[in-house]
Every structure is written in C-alpha cells, then in structure tokens.
C-alpha cells in the first residue's frame, strides 16, 4: 500500500512540476481549412436556378488576425493567413451550397444567380473557452447583376479546448461558419432570391 502511495505521490510531483514549466507563447498561428463538427441543414425549399459562388471579399480591419487567448494578463493573439480564411470560407460556402442541393456552378456565365459575400468580421475570443463569431454581408444577383437581395448574416459558435490550440480556433471557425450558413438557409428572402 506504501509503494503505491509513493508512486502516485511521485506521479504527482512531476506532473505538476511540467505543468507548471508550460509558457505562455508569444503567438498562435492557425492553418485555417474548413473542419466543421456539426452538420448545416439544408433549406426547406431548393431553388433550381444555377448558382454562382464568387470569390469573398475579405473587408475585416486586420486580416491576418482572427483572435486572442486572453486567459492571463498578457494577451496572445491568434492569427492565420488571410488567404487561408478567404479559401476555408469559400470551400465551406461551395461545399455546403452542394450538399444542400443546391445547383453550384464553377462559371458566372452559366449561372442564373451569382452570391457576392464580404467577411465583414470574424473573431475567436478564448478565455475558458473558444467563442467565435463571423459575420458577412451578402448579396444575390441575378445575371444582369440585379441585386435580388442584400444582407448581413451571422454565426456563433462556443466550444471547449485545450489552452492554446490551434485546432480548436480553426473548428470553433467552421462551427462558426456552420452557424452562419444556418441562418442564411433559413432565411426565406434569401432563398425566395436564389429561385
């Protein structure tokens, strides 16, 4: 009984003391990519016009940014390549569109819609857990650039993980995205715009 005691005493000691060796880094660089953990449903009605993704515009103030590890003191910020953030959102809208059945088309010229979407804000807040928030500005065309409807949508995502983690700015990301995409397939101006 003595020697298990020992070695869980032992056991302590050292985990405690490579705890507490754990620095605090000067940055958290994120490969951003879309790795949603939940599912976006799709819309009640599916429009069949052909449907045309451009590329987003990213408008956010600071690009290269997308949040902060604000746990201590000092404040750490997390930051991925603005051209990552623009391709993860593009492929989430793409693959999302389509697995909605929707009718996504790789050319403007064959489409019957075209979607303009600004990144507007994106931000991931981590203190005891991640809190990300994107919002965009979209607007729906048809082929003649007709705005056929123009506004803003958002989403939110909340997720636990470890301190740090790139990994888990990059899915509250996406959850965030996930969300987002939600509210637009649920908004029937949107969806009565894309038929």
């Known amino acids: 009984m003595r020697k298990i005691a020992w070695k869980?005493?032992?056991?302590?000691?050292?985990?405690?003391?490579?705890?507490?060796?754990?620095?605090?880094?000067?940055?958290?660089?994120?490969?951003?990519?879309?790795?949603?953990?939940?599912?976006?449903?799709?819309?009640?009605?599916?429009?069949?016009?052909?449907?045309?993704?451009?590329?987003?515009?990213?408008?956010?103030?600071?690009?290269?940014?997308?949040?902060?590890?604000?746990?201590?003191?000092?404040?750490?910020?997390?930051?991925?390549?603005?051209?990552?953030?623009?391709?993860?959102?593009?492929?989430?809208?793409?693959?999302?569109?389509?697995r909605a059945g929707l009718n996504v088309v790789d050319s403007k010229e064959n489409a019957q819609r075209i979607i303009d979407v600004s990144l507007v804000s994106l931000w991931v807040a981590e203190k005891n857990t991640f809190d990300a928030a994107v919002v965009t500005h979209v607007e729906v065309?048809?082929?003649?650039?007709?705005?056929?409807?123009?506004?803003?949508?958002?989403?939110?995502a909340t997720r636990w993980g470890s301190s740090y983690s790139a990994e888990e700015y990059r899915k509250a990301v996406s959850d965030a995205v996930v969300e987002l995409l939600k509210n637009m397939f649920n908004n029937d101006a949107f969806i009565k715009s894309l038929g």
Request: proline fraction near 8%.
């Open 8 to 98: 869980a005493f032992i056991m302590f000691v050292v985990l405690s003391s490579s705890i507490g060796c754990l620095t605090t880094p000067e940055l958290i660089q994120v490969r951003m990519d879309y790795t949603p953990t939940n599912m976006v449903e799709p819309p009640k009605d599916k429009p069949g016009s052909a449907i045309f993704i451009s590329p987003i515009t990213d408008k956010r103030k600071n690009p290269d940014q997308i949040g902060a590890n604000n746990e201590n003191p000092k404040v750490v910020p997390a930051k991925a390549s603005a051209q990552e953030v623009v391709s993860s959102m593009e492929t989430a809208f793409k693959t999302e569109f389509a």
């Open 141 to 156: 065309k048809d082929k003649d650039g007709k705005v056929l409807d123009s506004q803003g949508f958002k989403g939110a």
